[in-house]
């Protein structure tokens, strides 16, 4: 799949290093980085839509890896091998459930970016591409899904030593709400996004 890319730099502290976050539409199977976040349930078993894909792209080692790890409780993330992606890394990042908001969602959902940049520290991980986790079956609310995960990633980045972040967009509405977030990244106030 052709797609646009928008990139930003975005300053989150006194890093000497200023991360460079894209907004990109396309397959998150396909990206030539470190790790890519699995969408994931909290089996690890695979399922559908990103799960499923990133499981079909890896091949079976991957079920197999999952099923090692006993599973991954809402907000959490663990790691595989990419097996047969171009990604060395996969991180299952379990969201939440969209159940109104009042249900913790917005914490779990940070908390599952924050694990994966986590993770990623771990892992000698440099580049790191995200799929709008939640908002699929999980019926979670693309614009509260995005500024969450934007501001997740904003706060957490800098002790990862990650250098690119990708969110990677299904499609060209989810991938222009990203882009509306990044044009806004230099902005002090974190509530006008």
């Known amino acids: 799949m052709r797609g646009r890319i928008m990139i930003v730099r975005v300053f989150v502290g006194s890093t000497q290093t200023m991360p460079e976050l894209k907004a990109v539409l396309g397959d998150i199977t396909q990206l030539s980085v470190d790790a890519i976040v699995n969408a994931a349930n909290t089996s690890l078993l695979g399922g559908g839509g990103v799960d499923g894909a990133i ?31 171009p990604a060395k890394w996969v991180f299952h990042a379990a969201g939440p459930v969209w159940r109104g908001g009042g249900h913790n969602e917005e914490a779990l959902l940070t908390s599952c970016y924050r694990r994966c940049l986590e993770l990623a520290r771990e892992h000698g991980v440099r580049s790191i591409a995200f799929p709008a986790i ?19 990633v904003k706060a957490h980045i ?19 709400l990203y882009e509306q977030l990044l044009s806004s990244a230099g902005m002090e106030d974190d509530d006008q996004l």
């Open 55 to 85: 499981h079909r792209a890896a091949g079976p080692e991957l079920l197999e890896a999952c099923k090692k790890l006993g599973g991954c409780a809402t907000g959490d993330a663990k790691a595989t091998p990419g097996f047969r992606l």
């Open 158 to 176: 800098a002790p990862s030593g990650v250098e690119t972040v990708h969110f990677v967009c299904f499609d060209p509405t989810t991938l222009a």
């Open 134 to 152: 939640s908002t699929g079956a999980y019926g979670f609310p693309q614009r509260c899904a995005a500024v969450t995960a934007f501001r997740a």
